[in-house]
């Protein structure tokens, strides 16, 4: 079946440090989208990216959907505390009607 | 936020009990969904309704009944549950179909003993 991997599964930073995280599809996807979950907490959501190639930014994310539209990646400049947290891509596959969430990335900012 | 309410937010069971977990959304939308979350595991998707109509069994144990007497409220009944049931439930809803934005709630957090 379908699978959505995302690497690191971990990942601990230097508050001030950049960090990346990467999403994998087996197959094509209509979109994808990302989502944080704080320790604790739910899943919120970030972003949707749809076209080929798209590529979007909020403050210090960025977001990328790659040419053939099977992975995806998350840019965080210059970490924070606050970014701590698990981040998910999510990826909708064409003709179905369901999102498969990725393994997660869980993200800690050491001050 | 409170657009996506769920009770209880802990639970704990044993294996004869039989329990259900509610959802209640303040969004006006369509479409809900139920997600167990395990640890070191990726969000599963269980069920989906569209317009209280289930559109999605992910090969989900009977154990697990779900119901959706109007668009707004979900209901996940359990009963005869296993250990390695026990996980965090996550209520979810959309304002239409698969390509809309989620909207989570707190989640259930569920011990079975």
């Known amino acids: 079946g379908q699978q959505v991997m995302q690497i690191p599964q971990y990942q601990h930073v230097q508050e001030g440090e950049d960090f990346t995280t990467y999403c994998n599809s087996s197959t094509t996807l209509s979109n994808i989208q990302w989502y944080k979950q704080r320790p604790g907490g739910h899943p919120v959501f970030l972003i949707q990216?749809?076209?080929?190639?798209e590529v979007k930014k909020q403050k210090r994310l960025t977001f990328q959907f790659g040419e053939a539209k099977k992975n995806s990646s998350l840019h965080i400049t210059a970490t924070q505390t606050t970014d701590v947290g698990t981040y998910f891509c999510a990826g909708l596959t064409s003709g179905t009607y369901k999102y498969i969430f990725g393994t997660g990335t869980r993200l800690k900012v050491l001050a | 936020e409170t657009g996506v309410t769920q009770t209880p937010r802990h639970l704990v069971m044993g294996m004869t009990n039989k329990k259900s977990l509610k959802c209640e959304q303040h969004l006006g939308h369509n479409a809900m969904y139920w997600y167990k979350q395990s640890a070191k595991k990726p969000l599963e998707l269980m069920f989906v309704?569209?317009?209280?109509?289930?559109?999605e069994n992910n090969s989900v144990p009977s154990r697990f009944s779900p119901e959706c007497p109007n668009s707004s409220h979900l209901f996940l009944h359990l009963h005869t549950l296993q250990p390695e049931d026990s996980a965090l439930y996550l209520c979810a809803s959309s304002q239409g179909g698969a390509s809309e934005t989620q909207y989570f709630g707190p989640g259930t957090r569920l011990l079975v003993l």
């Open positions: 990216l749809v076209k080929s190639g």
């Open positions: 309704y569209n317009f209280k109509e289930q559109t």
